[in-house]
């Protein structure tokens, strides 16, 4: 099932979607919504059943008494507009947030009743139907993110509130994928996700007579095919602000002759106010606003064309980010294309020199890049090199792409999705436990148990005669004020511990204040995985990467030092996001002095006898490694025990939450105390 928030019968998007679940083996439907313009409830749309939703709110009835937006000027203004406006604007808005629930209520209802394989949920504004689905199980989820819905152009809501929500549905989706490799490198940064795949929006050019390897609509890709009439400057898409139109306008008044056409939907106010600018600027006569065209029309109506628009205004990340569909369109109808020198458009225009690009304000580069581009010869040597690009720029080969990213979001996992949203679900909605570890320390002192830190037990001995030792070390993996609720139970009880923070917990405030009550801190490093993330997760772990790795180590422990005062150990980070690399291959039998410590955390226990290494877990997942209950340990007297915790496993869910919204919505910072206490980036701070 694919799911969006319109007709479908223009998304183009949304048709070649279908058509590459069908070749899957699937059996593909379109769930949409009725439109204006649009009102059948169920259609047949290239072979594809499309099933349209009406969504209403109780609002519905005073929305269709309240005055249309007229065009500025308009005679009909109200006699208090201000008053008018106010309500219209909280009408309007309530309205729409209850069609929009509406719209969730009946979208949940179609998926229960059909229970589909696989849903591919089209933008933000359908995903809470994938969380609901993959709530119930057994559905394959696909979050497919078109824009940054966070950071698009006229966005009403609060753009917390939508990073909150996009934070959460990266994680429920079984794969994310995006429109513009600039969206996939935003994406996996903000939400600390691999990068989402990349399915450009290419149109299907061979069933829609438009570029081949002859050419442009059959026709050669020279001058003379439209010489007959004024040079043709296009512009297809939605018609709305950001996208360049009135820059347009304003540059035709010095381009000589040519015409200006924009094809695609447009709503009555902004179409009037595009006519005024162009009678203001002189060349009514030669710009032309024909609506929308059919999707099976459109390469054709491309083809008309001398040179293609793509003037993106970086009115917003989004925008910026972006890499159009028409970018594709114009290349698949064999016409070059003038862009804006924007990263993702930029890179494609001068990576297949199909056309030029420019600053999207400049008027007048605009103009004089246009009237370079009309020149017959210049136009001849561009059409060629949109040729050649469009044998590569075909929709066959992202169609392989997309199907790749089915194949692997319907992948085996090796716990099945139920049962892994269960206990999730389970951790999002826990309690903290920190009670819990209070007992858990008073019942191994009942026990007779010496409580000690790593590092006071390494420096120290064994205790030999002493009595059972339970030796304290705590990893602090994420979530770093959790290590201040932990420490306090501590400090109460008159214990102490060593604590090893990665980069992205290593907080100046919560290891000042753990080193003000006696606490011992070092580094949990992660050195190596860290590359190869960076570089890929198939990347060979081979000896030029384990020294560049341990040269690195080197200048992180240098640096921790400076940050937070001498160390004397630090422990190994185990990433699970790439299994079999292990950080603990860069200390092993090594010189620690080399890096600025005394001991290795891990390698110190080797050749020494240990009762137990007893480790935690969340409550969700059992409290201990192995099942283990500790005050049978206790019980039995075993000796000594490591105990490793991370003090996020012991923090609520909700606060867990909640330092991921702060990661999320805030930026990475250097500055020391005055940010917030939260998670913050994995980059070390060299």
């Excluded at 199907?403 to 999002?428: F, G, H, K, M, Q």
Aim: aromatic residues 8%.
């Amino acid at each position: 099932m694919v799911i969006v928030r319109n007709p479908s019968n223009h998304d183009s998007r949304i048709l070649r979607e279908s058509e590459t679940l069908r070749k899957l083996g699937y059996r593909p439907q379109i769930l949409g919504v009725v439109s204006e313009d649009v009102r059948e409830r169920h259609a047949v749309i290239q072979g594809v059943r499309v099933t349209r939703l009406d969504p209403t709110s109780p609002f519905a009835w005073v929305r269709s008494r309240l005055p249309r937006p007229r065009p500025r000027g308009g005679a009909d203004a109200s006699s208090n507009p201000a008053r008018r406006g106010a309500a219209t604007s909280v009408t309007v808005r309530i309205h729409r947030w209850m069609r929009t629930l509406d719209f969730y209520r009946r979208a949940i209802g179609v998926v229960r009743e059909l229970r589909p394989a696989l849903i591919h949920c089209n933008d933000y504004n359908t995903m809470w139907i994938g969380v609901a689905a993959r709530m119930m199980g057994g559905t394959v989820v696909v979050y497919d993110s078109h824009e940054l819905w966070a950071d698009r152009n006229l966005r009403p809501e609060p753009r917390w509130w939508l990073l909150v929500c996009e934070f959460l549905f990266v994680r429920f989706a079984h794969l994310t994928i995006t429109a513009s490799p600039g969206y996939s490198e935003v994406i996996a940064r903000r939400y600390r996700i691999p990068p989402p795949g990349v399915v450009r929006n290419i149109p299907i050019a061979d069933s829609m007579g438009a570029a081949s390897a002859d050419g442009a609509g059959g026709k050669s890709p020279g001058w003379s095919s439209r010489s007959s009439k004024a040079p043709l400057v296009l512009y297809v898409g939605a018609l709305t602000s950001g996208r360049g139109l009135e820059v347009a306008i304003r540059a035709m008044a010095l381009v000589e002759s040519a015409r200006l056409r924009f094809v695609g939907p447009v709503n009555h106010r902004y179409r009037a106010e595009l006519i005024e600018l162009a009678e203001r600027e002189g060349v009514a006569d030669r710009v032309e606003l024909p609506g929308a065209v059919a999707p099976e029309r459109l390469l054709e109506t491309a083809s008309e064309a001398d040179v293609g628009l793509a003037l993106i205004q970086p009115v917003c990340l989004s925008y910026r980010m972006s890499l159009p569909n028409k970018l594709f369109e114009y290349v698949a109808a064999g016409v070059p294309v003038l862009g804006s020198d924007l990263p993702a458009i930029g890179a494609l225009v001068r990576g297949y020199g199909i056309g030029l690009v420019a600053q999207p304000d400049d008027v007048a580069e605009i103009a004089a890049k246009l009237s370079e581009m009309l020149q017959p010869d210049r136009n001849r040597e561009l059409r060629l090199a949109v040729r050649a690009a469009a044998k590569e720029l075909r929709w066959d080969r992202e169609a392989r792409v997309l199907a790749d990213n089915y194949a692997e979001a319907a992948r085996p996992r090796r716990v099945s999705s139920p049962t892994r949203i269960r206990p999730r679900l389970s951790r999002t909605f826990s309690r903290g436990r920190w009670g819990e570890y209070r007992r858990f320390l008073e019942l191994a002192r009942r026990n007779g148990y010496r409580i000690v830190s790593l590092e006071s037990w390494v420096s120290e001995g064994e205790y030999d005669g002493v009595g059972p030792t339970l030796i304290l070390r705590h990893d602090v993996d994420q979530h770093p004020r959790s290590a201040l609720a932990m420490a306090a139970i501590e400090e109460e009880l008159g214990v102490r511990s060593s604590w090893y923070f990665r980069w992205r917990t290593a907080h100046p405030e919560v290891i000042s204040r753990l080193q003000q009550s006696g606490f011992e801190v070092g580094l949990h490093y992660e050195t190596l995985t860290r590359h190869v993330r960076e570089q890929g997760a198939s990347t060979p772990v081979d000896e030029s990467m384990i020294d560049r790795s341990r040269r690195d180590l080197q200048a992180e422990t240098a640096a921790f030092a400076r940050r937070f005062g001498p160390i004397r150990g630090a422990v190994p980070h185990g990433d699970s996001r790439v299994p079999g690399v292990h950080n603990a291959e860069l200390l092993r039998d090594r010189d620690c002095a080399d890096y600025g410590i005394e001991y290795d955390g891990n390698e110190v226990m080797r050749g020494r006898e240990l009762g137990y290494w007893l480790t935690d877990r969340t409550a969700a997942e059992g409290r201990w490694k192995g099942a283990i209950d500790p005050a049978e340990l206790f019980a039995a007297r075993t000796t000594p025990i490591l105990c490793v915790t991370h003090p996020n496993n012991w923090a609520s869910g909700p606060s867990l939450w909640l330092d991921r919204g702060l990661s999320a919505l805030l930026p990475d910072s250097t500055s020391g105390r005055s940010r917030p206490i939260r998670t913050g980036s994995d980059q070390p701070q060299l």
